[in-house]
């Protein structure tokens, strides 16, 4: 095995581990987590929204949160992706939200998760603000892709996410195609099974390019979510010969992670929109960030030390 397969496996191991999640959100952001998390309260995140959007920048902000295994728990996330929509609204911010179904209930009753979402539409519907369902592990993406096309038929205003890393995904383009779906397409984040998952990085990335080409294609609006220049210059090149507006896609990345590459995309006029995490359950998400790239844990390493 390779340090960097070693790396992803221990890092994916750690995201999980429930005893160092609780003993984080004691710390707050540490060990430079809080270089890719924008605060604990969403009041921390929106001067920084603003300073991004006076940048170009578009924003999608998601109130991180894992592990909820209450009702009451999983009903207060969905007062925060209300209060949450009401001021982007107010403050006119230029950023839409993103929200993971397991936080409103998904793992503890579809009724629940249902009516939260329900709540946070009509929400959004009413003060214009677009949702993206963010696509958790593999045991939950049939389920949540059933509740995106339940809703998206009353609510045009909803996205959520395909990981090329997953066999099915194909398939799940082929089956959304009659929604008009707002997709994002990255390749993947969770620890997978061969089962279910391509496991070589080279299956992962053609198959990247192969659902960018096909979604576009299909004349969905599409937000490519990758760093990987490969990528990015696929799109762009893509869209040339096809000749598809830049008003048809847009570039999706993490805040804190190649912010001189998302500037110089605005420059070229492309849509950029930084996907930008806050709350008090950063672990999880820090966790996978280091699993994905071991540079990023010497990023992580300068962290500990600067405290
Ligand atoms: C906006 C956004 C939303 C996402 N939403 C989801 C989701 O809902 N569900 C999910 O499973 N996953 C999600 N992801 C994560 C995604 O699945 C990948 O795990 C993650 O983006 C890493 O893949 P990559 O394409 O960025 O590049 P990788 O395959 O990790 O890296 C490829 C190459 O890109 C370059 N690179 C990568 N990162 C950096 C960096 N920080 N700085 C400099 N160069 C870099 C390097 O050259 C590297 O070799 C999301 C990602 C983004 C950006």
Excluded at 55 to 72: A, I, K, P, R, W
Aim: charged fraction near 30%; glycine fraction near 8%; proline fraction near 2%.
């Amino acid at each position: 095995m390779t340090f960097e397969a070693i790396s992803k496996n221990f890092f994916l191991y750690l995201s999980n581990n429930k005893m160092l999640d609780h003993l984080a959100k004691k710390w707050g952001p540490k060990f430079g987590a809080d270089k890719i998390v924008g605060g604990v309260t969403f009041e921390q995140a929106v001067p920084l929204i603003e300073g991004l959007n006076r940048q170009g920048l578009q924003v999608t902000v998601d109130h991180l949160g894992e592990f909820v295994h209450s009702e009451s728990e999983a009903r207060k996330r969905c007062q925060e992706c209300l209060g949450t929509i009401r001021t982007i609204y107010e403050n006119g911010l230029g950023s839409e939200l993103s929200l993971k179904l397991t936080s409103l209930g998904l793992d503890i009753s579809e009724e629940l998760v249902a009516e939260n979402m329900q709540r946070i539409m009509e929400e959004a519907q009413k003060y214009n603000v677009v949702v993206t369902i963010d696509m958790e592990d593999s045991s939950r993406c049939g389920r949540t892709l059933e509740i995106y096309k339940r809703l998206k038929k009353d609510y045009p205003n909803l996205g959520t996410v395909i990981q090329s890393y997953l066999y099915r995904s194909d398939e799940d383009l082929d089956d959304l195609n009659e929604y008009d779906p707002y997709l994002r397409l990255v390749k993947g984040a969770y620890k997978e099974s061969g089962k279910v998952a391509f496991i070589e990085k080279e299956k992962v990335d053609a198959n990247l390019k192969h659902l960018i080409k096909k979604n576009l294609l299909n004349g969905h609006y599409t937000a490519i979510a990758s760093h990987d220049d490969a990528i990015i210059d696929f799109t762009k090149k893509l869209t040339e010969e096809h000749g598809i507006g830049k008003e048809k896609f847009e570039f999706q990345m993490l805040y804190g992670m190649r912010n001189q590459t998302q500037l110089d995309l605005v420059k070229q006029g492309y849509t950029v929109r930084v996907y930008l995490p806050y709350g008090d359950d950063w672990y999880g998400y820090f966790m996978r960030r280091l699993a994905e790239r071991p540079a990023n844990i010497a990023f992580a390493i300068k962290g500990i030390f600067s405290k």
